[in-house]
């Protein structure tokens, strides 16, 4: 695949999973007809060997951000969280990482000078490497 087919999937998906969405605190998880808020923060996947993390400003607004993703083979969840002047970090975006069952896992998540982007690799025959670039200027992460 060409890097113009991978950027226009990777914008397909972003507009039909981000558009017009507001920046969530809490994600609601429905159960028996009752509603539960399960608060979402970055407590719960610092030490935690399921997933990694990766620090530097995505949004270009001089205060550092941080990215948190599943570890290979552990699945496909990317999280977002947007630091303020204060240190702390509020959630922004639940998204994937393009890890795939059977197919490419990520290797790496690396800062741009627009925002970042993802490295996943097929793990076996040969080497076959994907990368999805993201930009998160003015707040607006495409």
Same mark, same amino acid.
């Not at 994600?27 to 997933?51: C, F, G, M, S």
């Not at 630091?83 to 490419?104: C, P, R």
């Not at 670039?133 to 707040?139: D, F, K, V």
């Given at each position: 695949?060409?890097?113009?087919?991978?950027?226009?999937?990777?914008?397909?998906?972003? &507009?039909? /999973?981000?558009? +017009?969405?507001?920046?969530?605190?809490?994600?609601?998880?429905?159960?028996? /007809? $009752? !509603? =539960?808020?399960?608060?979402?923060?970055?407590?719960?996947?610092?030490?935690? $060997?399921?997933?990694?993390?990766?620090?530097?400003?995505?949004? =270009?607004? !001089?205060? +550092?951000? =941080? *990215? &948190?993703?599943? /570890?290979? @083979?552990?699945?496909?969840?990317?999280?977002?969280?947007?630091?303020? =002047?204060?240190?702390? @970090?509020?959630?922004?975006?639940?998204?994937?990482?393009?890890?795939?069952?059977?197919?490419?896992?990520?290797?790496?998540?690396? !800062?741009?000078?627009?925002?970042? !982007?993802?490295?996943? %690799?097929?793990?076996?025959?040969?080497?076959? %490497?994907?990368? @999805?670039?993201?930009?998160? *200027?003015?707040?607006?992460?495409?």
């Amino acid at each position: 695949m060409n890097k113009i087919t991978i950027l226009v999937l990777l914008f397909s998906f972003l &507009v039909a /999973n981000c558009q +017009k969405k507001p920046i969530l605190k809490n994600d609601r998880v429905e159960a028996n /007809n $009752t !509603e =539960k808020i399960r608060t979402i923060n970055l407590n719960q996947y610092t030490n935690n $060997t399921n997933y990694f993390i990766k620090t530097f400003d995505v949004n =270009k607004d !001089e205060t +550092k951000d =941080k *990215i &948190v993703s599943h /570890n290979r @083979y552990l699945g496909d969840e990317l999280l977002l969280f947007l630091g303020d =002047k204060s240190g702390n @970090y509020n959630w922004a975006l639940k998204s994937t990482n393009f890890s795939e069952d059977g197919g490419n896992q990520i290797t790496d998540i690396k !800062e741009t000078k627009e925002g970042f !982007e993802i490295i996943t %690799q097929f793990p076996d025959r040969g080497y076959l %490497q994907n990368t @999805y670039l993201a930009s998160g *200027i003015n707040n607006k992460l495409i």
